[in-house]
Structures are given as structure tokens and as C-alpha cells.
């Protein structure tokens, strides 16, 4: 039997991999609330710390939201695109565009302790543009 906050990670995750968005922690709270009605904000961001420490979900700093991870590279920091105008996000992985961050800003003695890269613009289903498969 799984412990409550280990319940409470995989409900968040859960929802989270329902939408191709992001979603605030009190969009997340609303819809776990109409299984449980005491749940309290903070246990869901515990749950949601929890699970961007482990990688499995990612913080849109821009919006103040959050979004499931797409992909296995949980070591590398992500390169999320942000759609303005129907939300979605999808996720990237480049290391050598990151280590030449790091390398850029180590340059005046800073030291990059985390990466958080958002793009913001239109995907290609709003854009009208080819769809990538």
C-alpha cells in the first residue's frame, strides 16, 4: 500500500499527463478536490515539489504553473515551448545548448546551479503550419 504523499504524487502526475498544457497548483487542487474536499493547498505543493525534484514534472516559471514531463531525460534541464494561444507545451532536450549557457554566464564567474529555458510563441497547430509527427 502506498504511503498518502506517494497517492497524492501519482493522482498530480496523473492529471497533469491528462492535459498537453500546464496547470496552476490550485487548477490541480480543484480537480483533486472532487475526489477528496479536504485536501489543502499545501499538500499539493508538496506533491508537486516531490515531483520536480525527481524530473517528472517541470515548473513554468513565466506562468507559475506546472506540466508533466514528456520525455526520459529527467538528468538534462528541458527546453519547454509555451503556446500563447492554446497552451500547449512541448518539451526539448538540447545539452549543448545548455552547456554553452553555463559556459557563457561562467564567463563573468557565475556558476549555473539550474536551467530554466521557456519559449514562448505559437505551435504549429494554431500557426497553421505542418504538424511534426
Known sequence: MRMRGEKVQA????????RHGSMSAYDILAQLREAN??????????????LTE??????????NAFTACQCDHHQHAAILSVCD????????????LLQ???????????TATRHVIEVH?????????????
Open 121 to 133: 510563441g505559437i505551435c504549429a497547430s494554431c500557426s497553421g503550419g505542418p504538424v511534426p509527427s
Open 54 to 63: 525527481r524530473g517528472r514534472v517541470h515548473r513554468l516559471e513565466s506562468l
Open 37 to 50: 474536499p479536504k485536501i489543502a493547498p499545501p499538500t499539493i505543493y508538496r506533491a508537486l515539489a516531490a
Open 11 to 18: 493522482d498530480v502526475l496523473a492529471i497533469l499527463h491528462q
Open 85 to 96: 494561444d492554446c497552451g500547449a507545451v512541448e518539451e526539448s532536450v538540447a545539452p549543448e
Open 100 to 110: 554553452a549557457l553555463s559556459s557563457i554566464a561562467g564567463k563573468t564567474g557565475f
